[in-house]
């Protein structure tokens, strides 16, 4: 019995996790690349470089 109360607990937090990840991929902000809020990478660094050597190009 304790053993499937468990389970739930665990299949419903799993089932939260996935929702909330899916929510803030549908509700993050566009302006900000692949990067979606993330604290920072290499990647977003590269994508912020190449942002800004575009407006400058451009501007």
Do not use: N
Request: positive net charge.
């Amino acid at each position: 019995m304790w053993q499937e109360i468990a389970i739930y607990i665990i299949g419903i937090m799993a089932i939260g996790y996935v929702a909330h990840k899916v929510y803030r991929m549908f509700t993050a902000s566009r302006s900000q690349g692949p990067c979606c809020g993330c604290s920072g990478c290499p990647t977003g660094d590269k994508e912020a470089s190449a942002l800004s050597r575009h407006d400058k190009m451009a501007g």
